[in-house]
């Protein structure tokens, strides 16, 4: 098998999921609990927090653990939304969000709020004089994505941190879910106020990840209860989860110099062979995420694809997995300015370090088969 879905999931590594099992066994204590088994649970969450803080250079205080990237983005929006409400009802977004941004977004503007949804170019970027002319005195909040899952784009969050450097008061939240171990996001010296993450886009468990959310920052929580996580996140704490998380993010950082090297090697040697086959249209921008390689044959929806590759047991996938199966899916490709049919034509492939060359040399061999085949049908 391989496995090139790696921006919808990965799969846990092995030692990982083995520290996930023994603490799941050994300290299974409500961390609020008062005795010795809760107090061993609240020291190893607490371990976990410092871990992924020196990681990424940033305050323990600054970690919030959450369940994800959808409960990240929504915890940065309506926790934005809902404790800046007396200062103003404005919100500004890129065209190609994420689903858990671009809904979130939604849900206020059917409570009243205003929000503009910033064009993107050729490349998938905002354009930062129509950033600066879309601010008003109701501005509360920009949300980005640093990576778009689809694309690989990037956006200019430095630029954009520039500009905001002269509206102190607005919230900058960024999607970061594809970003950790990619890019390089520098927190604790940016303008970002808030950045989420995502455990399960860099080989930890599913339901594991955190916010960034910088001192001073405030935010109203979603979720009421026992008063967790500072009185952001409510509820019994994710104690193997967190663990995992930390570890798996150790692992990451400790193999990001050579994984990117790797990465962007493999990328080229996909996007080199795509760019010599009829009918095939590469749509990743040159600057773009090292992982990221979205494509498709002319007049040959992307599903089709997807199913050839998967009979020869090659894992890919069209858009992001939040929205691929919705008719209504998100199409960053029609944002950039291609056409409705090239847009349905898209297939990603996405990497992680588990890959390898020699897979990138199976896929080659087995879409030459697969693209022959295709490109005959007009």
Same mark, same amino acid.
């Given at each position: 098998?391989?496995?090139?879905? #790696?921006?919808?999931?990965?799969?846990?590594?092995?030692?990982?999921?083995?520290?996930?099992?023994?603490?799941? =066994?050994?300290?299974?204590?409500?961390?609020?609990?008062?005795?010795?088994?809760?107090?061993?649970?609240?020291?190893?969450?607490?371990?976990?927090?410092?871990?992924?803080?020196?990681?990424?250079?940033?305050?323990?205080?600054?970690?919030?653990?959450?369940?994800?990237?959808?409960?990240?983005?929504?915890?940065?929006?309506?926790?934005?939304?809902? @404790?800046?409400?007396?200062?103003?009802?404005?919100?500004?977004?890129?065209?190609?969000?994420?689903?858990?941004?671009?809904?979130?977004?939604?849900?206020?503007?059917?409570?009243?709020?205003?929000?503009?949804?910033?064009?993107?170019?050729?490349?998938?970027?905002?354009?930062?004089?129509?950033?600066?002319?879309?601010?008003?005195?109701?501005?509360?909040?920009?949300?980005?994505?640093?990576?778009?899952?689809?694309?690989?784009?990037?956006?200019?969050?430095?630029?954009?941190? =520039?500009?905001? =450097?002269?509206?102190?008061?607005?919230?900058?939240?960024?999607? &970061?879910?594809?970003?950790?171990?990619?890019?390089?996001?520098?927190?604790?010296?940016?303008?970002?106020?808030?950045?989420?993450?995502?455990?399960?886009?860099?080989?930890?468990?599913?339901?594991?990840? !955190?916010?960034?959310? +910088?001192?001073?920052?405030?935010?109203?929580?979603?979720?009421?209860?026992?008063?967790?996580?500072?009185?952001? /996140?409510?509820?019994?704490? #994710?104690?193997?989860?967190?663990?995992?998380?930390? +570890?798996?993010?150790?692992?990451?950082?400790?193999?990001?110099?050579?994984?990117?090297?790797?990465?962007?090697?493999?990328?080229?040697?996909?996007?080199?062979?795509?760019?010599?086959?009829? +009918?095939?249209?590469? !749509?990743?921008?040159?600057?773009?995420?090292?992982?990221?390689?979205?494509?498709?044959?002319?007049?040959?929806?992307? @599903?089709?694809?997807?199913?050839?590759?998967? /009979?020869?047991?090659?894992?890919?996938?069209?858009?992001?997995?939040?929205?691929?199966?919705?008719?209504?899916?998100?199409?960053?490709? &029609?944002?950039?300015?291609?056409?409705?049919?090239?847009?349905?034509?898209?297939?990603?492939?996405?990497?992680?370090?588990?890959?390898?060359?020699? @897979?990138?040399?199976?896929? +080659?061999?087995? !879409?030459? @088969?697969?693209?022959?085949?295709?490109?005959?049908?007009?």
């Amino acid at each position: 098998m391989i496995y090139f879905d #790696n921006a919808a999931t990965t799969k846990i590594e092995s030692t990982v999921l083995s520290t996930y099992q023994s603490v799941s =066994e050994n300290y299974f204590g409500n961390p609020s609990s008062l005795h010795q088994l809760g107090e061993h649970s609240q020291q190893l969450l607490s371990q976990s927090r410092k871990q992924i803080a020196h990681i990424m250079n940033i305050s323990e205080g600054e970690i919030y653990f959450t369940s994800g990237g959808t409960e990240g983005d929504n915890l940065a929006i309506k926790g934005t939304a809902i @404790e800046k409400m007396n200062y103003g009802r404005h919100v500004i977004t890129a065209s190609t969000e994420h689903p858990a941004v671009i809904k979130s977004l939604e849900q206020l503007e059917n409570l009243g709020w205003d929000v503009t949804y910033l064009p993107v170019d050729k490349e998938g970027k905002i354009d930062i004089d129509e950033l600066e002319n879309a601010i008003t005195k109701e501005t509360v909040l920009v949300s980005l994505m640093a990576v778009n899952s689809e694309t690989g784009s990037l956006q200019p969050l430095k630029k954009v941190g =520039e500009l905001l =450097e002269h509206y102190p008061s607005i919230h900058f939240h960024v999607d &970061a879910v594809q970003a950790v171990g990619k890019i390089d996001l520098n927190l604790n010296s940016s303008r970002i106020d808030m950045a989420v993450f995502s455990g399960h886009k860099f080989h930890a468990p599913k339901g594991t990840g !955190f916010i960034y959310v +910088k001192a001073g920052r405030q935010l109203a929580p979603l979720m009421s209860g026992g008063g967790q996580e500072n009185n952001l /996140r409510s509820g019994t704490e #994710n104690v193997p989860g967190s663990v995992a998380l930390a +570890k798996a993010l150790r692992l990451l950082m400790e193999k990001k110099t050579d994984s990117k090297v790797e990465l962007v090697k493999m990328k080229n040697l996909i996007i080199d062979y795509l760019s010599t086959l009829d +009918k095939v249209t590469v !749509f990743t921008p040159k600057e773009s995420a090292p992982h990221i390689i979205c494509f498709g044959i002319k007049n040959i929806r992307g @599903e089709v694809v997807v199913h050839a590759l998967e /009979r020869e047991d090659i894992y890919t996938s069209t858009t992001s997995a939040c929205s691929s199966k919705k008719k209504d899916k998100i199409h960053a490709i &029609a944002e950039m300015g291609y056409t409705k049919s090239e847009a349905e034509s898209a297939v990603r492939i996405s990497l992680s370090y588990l890959n390898t060359e020699q @897979e990138v040399d199976v896929f +080659k061999k087995v !879409f030459n @088969e697969i693209h022959s085949q295709l490109k005959l049908i007009e």
